[in-house]
């Protein structure tokens, strides 16, 4: 990572877009380059070619992540679809899907909500990965506006043996305040994720069925 880039632009679509991760993830294109978001003492956005985007698409709904758009959480109800660039029949990938606008933007004080952990994802062929957290779709609470929703690939150098404890699709423990940078280190896992892609939700009339579905 090189150019730091310092303009008043750049800086808001920092703060409006991306914010809070402790190692640059992808953030989108501009100007025919990559830009990430590092958090250090002060962030910035880096210029980069190192990430793939991750192509995200929810097959039920016909709708895609494309890096910040808004879909609703009734379109994102089941896992969607994942493909990335680079992945060769033996590779190992783990996946993550995370909220870092919980419960809002103003006050994430449960910043890094885990939605989705999926390890040993072979070849990128996540429906045949280990399911560490089941996948639960957007659920933003009324009145909190958007909320982003990053999926970030990471690659593993070989199959890992995970002895976290499962989180099912009807349950909320463990999920809140996740924190990436922690398992990264116990896994010996590169910082950096090989691909990522994000989009926002705000909430609809099909947030109280999520949210009952936790509380069981």
Same mark, same amino acid.
Request: with cysteine; glycine share 8%; aromatic share 10%.
């Given at each position: 990572?090189?150019?730091?880039?310092?303009?008043?632009?750049?800086?808001?679509?920092?703060?409006?877009?991306?914010?809070?991760?402790?190692?640059?993830?992808?953030?989108?294109?501009?100007?025919?380059?990559?830009?990430?978001?590092?958090?250090?003492?002060?962030?910035?956005?880096?210029?980069?070619?190192?990430?793939?985007? &991750?192509?995200?698409?929810?097959?039920?709904?016909?709708?895609?992540?494309?890096?910040?758009?808004?879909?609703?959480?009734?379109?994102?109800?089941?896992?969607?679809?994942?493909?990335?660039?680079?992945?060769?029949?033996?590779?190992?990938?783990?996946?993550?899907?995370?909220?870092?606008?919980?419960?809002?933007?103003?006050?994430?004080?449960?910043?890094?909500?885990?939605?989705?952990?999926?390890?040993?994802?072979?070849?990128?062929?996540?429906?045949?990965?280990?399911?560490?957290?089941?996948?639960?779709?957007?659920?933003?609470?009324?009145?909190?506006?958007?909320?982003?929703?990053?999926?970030? &690939?990471?690659?593993?150098?070989?199959?890992?043996?995970?002895?976290?404890?499962?989180?099912?699709?009807?349950?909320?423990?463990?999920?809140?305040?996740?924190?990436?940078?922690?398992?990264?280190?116990?896994?010996?896992?590169?910082?950096?994720?090989?691909?990522?892609?994000?989009?926002?939700?705000?909430?609809?009339?099909?947030?109280?069925?999520?949210?009952?579905?936790?509380?069981?």
């Amino acid at each position: 990572m090189r150019s730091i880039l310092h303009s008043t632009l750049n800086r808001r679509w920092c703060s409006q877009q991306w914010c809070g991760f402790p190692t640059p993830y992808f953030l989108g294109q501009r100007d025919g380059k990559k830009y990430h978001y590092s958090y250090n003492t002060r962030p910035h956005l880096y210029a980069t070619k190192s990430v793939f985007v &991750v192509q995200v698409e929810w097959k039920a709904s016909g709708v895609k992540a494309e890096g910040g758009n808004e879909l609703a959480p009734s379109q994102v109800k089941s896992a969607p679809l994942l493909q990335w660039s680079g992945v060769g029949p033996d590779d190992m990938h783990l996946v993550c899907m995370l909220d870092p606008d919980a419960p809002s933007r103003q006050d994430p004080r449960a910043r890094h909500w885990l939605h989705w952990l999926v390890a040993n994802v072979p070849g990128g062929v996540v429906s045949k990965g280990e399911v560490v957290a089941a996948y639960v779709g957007a659920g933003p609470p009324k009145g909190t506006g958007l909320h982003r929703y990053v999926l970030l &690939v990471f690659k593993q150098p070989k199959k890992l043996r995970m002895d976290e404890v499962r989180i099912g699709a009807d349950s909320g423990k463990g999920r809140s305040s996740f924190s990436v940078s922690k398992l990264l280190g116990k896994y010996k896992l590169p910082a950096a994720p090989v691909a990522s892609n994000f989009f926002q939700a705000q909430w609809d009339q099909y947030v109280p069925t999520l949210h009952k579905q936790l509380a069981k």
